[in-house]
């Protein structure tokens, strides 16, 4: 459904926005507001996951989700213990950016029959993890280096091995919190090279910067931690992201 949506998106001009949601951050109020945010056509999608989910009420909170959003709950897992049949659909990380086989195959392995289990839609994803200017969660608990920002043939050559693989889309993300996000020059390098749907995101925390990122080929951009207490900046935010193309593809807005 993502990958439709994204096709579908590309092909009339469109743009889309997903909003990245840390369980571990996550309460009533905020959910329940998100969850209206979607009824305005402000989101695309909703992404669900974390480095750590200690949150004992994590299953409760996305369910609370669930019954306010009006478009689709994506699994943006941090771990294996992060699946959950309640979403409507699990994007299937591959860390091609770093080294580590557990990221690149092992885990995937492990969890294989539980995701089978859950009938959870799955979307194979070339997960990129760009240097953003400071060690982030992501670089930290992975284990492997992010591709340094200013190395846009390196993260060009990536994400073409990623499409040859077969994978379907490709994330590239400078981490959550970063200070810089992914570069104009390298979202366009790998716009370039590759034809999957591009997302970006990390430290995406002003209009200007998801116009950046938008213009220079990603097909939709995650916004967390520039939402984190500031809600009110999403309709802003949108109206950034809509300004792309307004013709419908069949999502909410
Ligand atoms: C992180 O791309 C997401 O994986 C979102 O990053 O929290 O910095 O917006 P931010």
Do not use: C
Request: glycine fraction near 12%; aromatic fraction near 6%; hydrophobic fraction near 40%.
């Amino acid at each position: 459904m993502i990958l439709s949506a994204l096709t579908r998106a590309r092909e009339s001009g469109r743009k889309l926005l997903a909003v990245l949601i840390d369980p571990d951050k996550a309460t009533r109020a905020k959910l329940k507001t998100l969850g209206e945010h979607s009824h305005s056509g402000f989101v695309d999608f909703f992404l669900w996951g974390g480095s750590l989910v200690n949150q004992p009420q994590s299953e409760y909170y996305l369910r609370l989700l669930k019954a306010h959003a009006e478009v689709p709950v994506l699994l943006f897992p941090g771990s294996v213990y992060q699946l959950d049949d309640q979403a409507d659909g699990l994007l299937l990380l591959s860390l091609i950016s770093g080294r580590n086989p557990e990221l690149l195959i092992g885990h995937h392995v492990t969890v294989a029959g539980r995701i089978k289990q859950m009938k959870l839609a799955t979307f194979p994803t070339g997960y990129m993890l760009v240097d953003g200017g400071r060690p982030t969660s992501v670089s930290y608990m992975s284990g492997t280096t992010p591709i340094p920002g200013d190395k846009p043939a390196i993260a060009a050559a990536t994400a073409l091995a990623g499409e040859q693989l077969g994978l379907r889309m490709i994330y590239l993300d400078a981490g959550s919190g970063a200070l810089r996000p992914v570069s104009p020059e390298m979202i366009a390098a790998v716009r370039k090279e590759v034809d999957l749907p591009l997302v970006v995101g990390g430290g995406i925390r002003s209009p200007e910067r998801a116009r950046q990122a938008l213009q220079a080929g990603a097909d939709m951009i995650v916004v967390g931690n520039g939402l984190e207490g500031n809600l009110d900046w999403l309709p802003r935010l949108s109206a950034e992201v809509s300004s792309f193309g307004r013709e419908s593809v069949g999502l909410k807005r």
